[in-house]
T-cell receptor
Framework: GQNIDQPTEMTATEGAIVQINCTYQTSGFNGLFWYQQHAGEAPTFLSYNVLDGLEEKGRFSSFLSRSKGYSYLLLKELQMKDSASYLCAVERNSGNTPLVFGKGTRLSVIA | DTEVTQTPKHLVMGMTNKKSLKCEQHMGHRAMYWYKQKAKKPPELMFVYSYEKLSINESVPSRFSPECPNSSLLNLHLHALQPEDSALYLC????????????FGQGTRLTVV
């Protein structure tokens, strides 16, 4: 089976840094995605990690540890527009389901 | 063109109606997906088409019938739906089934009355 865990909700202050964690247990792990989803809109791609380590892309960075089944998304210099759900999704290289989403973390950025 | 276009954006239908959702992409992607998303929940995979052939059906009821007429188009035919089928239906595509980034459409918000 597969299991993906993320915190349900987080709140952070504008200008601050926030880290959203994701842990997973799955067979046939290939890589891990992070998506951002604003209310009422489709998910948009943020990052993809296959190898261990940190990938930086502007204000957003994503980290993966395959041995620990752990990833995090780091958001720096938070802006109000970053208030959204952040979905961790595991890509599998075996089995029927190519992409399995976590339940998402609702981030609220406050002034 | 890096867009996945879905029509209609909103749809209200009765339980005896037949309607179709449409999805189109012109990125040359050969894998296309239908997801269903209920409010405040993550998207749930329904169907995967790979090279215009259905490769995954996630035990979706037969009142949902997918169709892939060509490599750019994906339809979802709806018939005899239930109110609990009301949700956001998302289409996505990727270069092929094993590739990385998936592009999502904006979705069709379906209400069954």
């Amino acid at each position: 089976g597969q299991n993906i865990d993320q915190p349900t909700e987080m709140t952070a202050t504008e200008g601050a840094i926030v880290q959203i964690n994701c842990t997973y247990q799955t067979s046939g792990f290939n890589g891990l995605f992070w998506y951002q989803q604003h209310a009422g809109e489709a998910p948009t791609f943020l990052s993809y990690n296959v190898l261990d380590g940190l990938e930086e892309k502007g204000r957003f960075s994503s980290f993966l540890s395959r041995s620990k089944g752990y990833s995090y998304l780091l958001l720096k210099e938070l802006q109000m527009k970053d208030s959204a759900s952040y979905l961790c999704a595991v890509e599998r290289n075996s089995g029927n389901t190519p992409l399995v989403f976590g339940k998402g973390t609702r981030l609220s950025v406050i002034a | 063109d890096t867009e996945v276009t879905q029509t209609p954006k909103h749809l209200v239908m009765g339980m005896t109606n037949k309607k179709s959702l449409k999805c189109e992409q012109h990125m040359g992607h050969r894998a296309m997906y239908w997801y269903k998303q209920k409010a405040k929940k993550p998207p749930e995979l329904m169907f995967v088409y790979s090279y215009e052939k259905l490769s995954i059906n996630e035990s979706v009821p037969s009142r949902f019938s997918p169709e892939c007429p060509n490599s750019s188009l994906l339809n979802l035919h709806l018939h005899a739906l239930q109110p609990e089928d009301s949700a956001l239906y998302l289409c996505a595509s990727s270069q092929h089934r094993d590739s990385t980034e998936a592009f999502f459409g904006q979705g069709t918000r379906l209400t069954v009355v």
